[in-house]
């Protein structure tokens, strides 16, 4: 199983200090926790993608570049890119290109995007969301898996004759994960290709988490990937951590409270009862993100929410430290003891290389 | 026999309220009526009250907490809905708006609804015509043509066979005449719906 975590790059001032980061401290945070995540032996760092401030992440391709020359086992992943509104030519460029200087590390999860200007900007209309994602994605799979593309549809210009430049590492594209909070059609696009499903598991109950999965495990089976508890699911969180439960309670409290996204609503005690938050001691977060395999059976990867919310960069660093020697090697230990050997793990170019080669063998 | 729901959402804030008395009177009027046709009836109250911070929760959040999701599930899942708010500042109250304004989209689809409204005075009854009866169209919901405003001073005269009385059977009736005429509604599955990719792809 991997573990990691996923910025969404929000510029927010320190509730406690009244003080933001500048653009280019907040984009240098970033960085040394990605650098961070893999000192301290997590797998995968994932990076939002967002075209209006108070963020500052627009290109990813960018910094996932930098961070492949500055690692050397991290999977380097997105949370999300948009499908939407990215010209599907060029996700299927920047992305293949990543992939030949990460040396294979990269994967991306597509999501739609839920911010409504974004879509006229870039020329688009959110009311064809769901349309989008299904054209663009079956062109960006097009583009990946044959060399040479003649295309037509009703988003994008025609293509004829085109080569989507490099070629997909080793003749084999990154793997795809789909990202939705609510949209079942989105859980379905993942289970007709036999790509991953990645559940926010943020904002929403985790009854509702349970229900996209459940559906999507069933549609993978369903359009003959194999059976569903081989599908691959992954799921965000959000975590604030110290040794004792009380003493993290007390230092994440102003943080949640003045959150841009949920803060001023409810309780930080009804939210972490309402939602998969935990905030604790190791131990706490533990036992929560176990649980997650009851309601989820057994999944691929799981990626912490821990630097939002104007919490500081040295904060953040201490979470990594916590997570990387109390909290992730349980979970390793403890969902390795759990999964049946059936189960496969998260794809990585090294095992879709292989899957292919077994095809090739097999054909 | 299918037992039918009715989901009777009252918006009135004090205890005991006109808003609930008026939606206990309609309900039964709407519940006596379907008995007449045979048809049993299982009534759900929804007191809004009871949610406001819930409502506002989800405001803030985007998703309803546990407390509220049945209650949406309730209204999404009725055969009729009986929607009574009190009268604020020209139109309905905010708390009724905002219960609107989080129900799934899609909810009240079709379903046969009974609006009513209370206020001190009468001079504040077209706020059922020219705010809560467009609001329901916007949601494609099937409103019976009586809608039921009672003001302070027709509870003084009110009673069978009083003004407001006729008009709360009238009323009633018309909705019972509205769910009867239906089928059945179960409760709302998301998923129920998900076309198959083949079909997504060839839109």
Partial sequence: MQFGVFSVSDITPDPTTGLAPTEAERLQAVLRIAEKTEEVGLDVFALGEHHNPPFMSSSPTTTLGYL?????????????????????????????????????????????????????????????????????????????????????????????????????????????????????????????????????????????????????????????????????????????????????????????????????????????????????????????????????GDYQRQLFLIDHAGLPLKTVLEQLDILGEEVVPVLRREFAARKPAHVPDAPTHESLVAARLAQEVTV | MTTRTLAVVSAGLSSPSSTRLLADRLADATTAALRERGVEVRVEVVELREHARDLADHLVTGFPNAALRPVLDTVAGADGVIAVTPIFSASYSGLFKTFVDVLDRGALDGTPVLLGATAGTARHQLALDHAMRPLFSYLHAAVVPTAVFAASEDWGAGGVGSELGARIERAGAELAAAVAARPASGPADPFADVPDFTALLSR
């Fill in chain 1, 68 to 296: 492949a020359g500055r690692t050397e086992r991290l999977q380097l992943s997105t949370a999300t890119t948009l499908i939407t509104t990215n010209d599907p030519v060029k996700i299927a460029e920047d992305y293949a290109m990543l992939q030949h200087v990460s040396g294979g590390r990269v994967d991306l999860t597509l999501g739609r995007g839920n911010t409504g200007p974004v879509y006229p900007w870039f020329g688009q209309d959110i009311r064809q969301g769901i349309p989008l994602a299904v054209e663009n994605y079956a062109l960006l799979r097009r583009l990946w898996d044959s060399d040479v593309v003649d295309w037509e549809g009703t988003f994008r210009t025609p293509l004829q004759g085109f080569t989507s430049t490099p070629r997909p590492l080793d003749g084999v594209a990154p793997f795809v994960w789909h990202g939705s909070i609510r949209s079942p059609e989105i859980a379905e696009q993942a289970a007709f290709y036999g790509d991953g499903y990645f559940g926010n598991h943020i904002f929403w109950p985790a009854d509702h988490t349970r229900r996209m999965v459940d559906f999507y495990r069933r549609r993978f089976e369903h359009h003959g990937h194999g059976d569903a508890d081989r599908a691959i699911v992954g799921l965000g969180g959000q975590v604030f951590v110290r040794k004792n439960s009380q003493d993290a309670v007390r230092e994440f409290r102003p943080y949640f409270d003045n959150a841009p996204v949920y803060g001023h609503g409810p309780s930080l005690e009804d939210f972490t009862r309402e939602t998969p938050l935990t905030v604790g001691s190791p131990q706490e977060v533990i036992d929560r993100t176990l649980g997650f395999r009851d309601y989820v």
